[in-house]
Nanobody
């Protein structure tokens, strides 16, 4: 069983940066394609970014392109989401998810393992 835990969220001002981490336990994350999703109050959960298990392919939602960067450090069993130039509309609970091998994917249904989420609040 792959267990995922997110951390690094917080309350920041618009224009600031945060780095979210998704740590894995139970299994190595090396063979798992990993994605970040978010759910804002009153909205559906949406894909933010994803990275393939080998780091070759990535996906970014249009709303975060140029501001967010997904990366992975397999020896540390961790996937990161660097978020720069944060906006109020980035306020949401952020989740990481993983699926065995495969390309970076945006669809929630592609992922089998989910963390509990970490809250990011951006104030203007």
């Amino acid at each position: 069983q792959l267990l995922l835990g997110e951390y690094g969220g917080g309350l920041v001002r618009a224009g600031s940066s945060l780095r979210l981490s998704c740590g894995a336990s139970g299994r190595t994350i090396t063979n798992y394609t990993t994605g970040w999703f978010r759910r804002a109050p009153g909205k559906e959960r949406e894909s933010v970014a994803a990275i393939s298990w080998d780091g070759v392919s990535t996906y970014y939602a249009d709303s975060v392109k140029g501001r967010f960067t997904i990366s992975r450090d397999n020896p540390k069993n961790t996937v990161y989401l660097q978020m720069n130039t944060l906006k109020a509309e980035d306020t949401a609970k952020y989740y990481c998810a993983a699926k065995f091998l495969g390309l970076a994917a945006a669809a929630e249904t592609a992922y089998d393992y989910w963390g509990q989420g970490t809250q990011v609040t951006v104030i203007s």
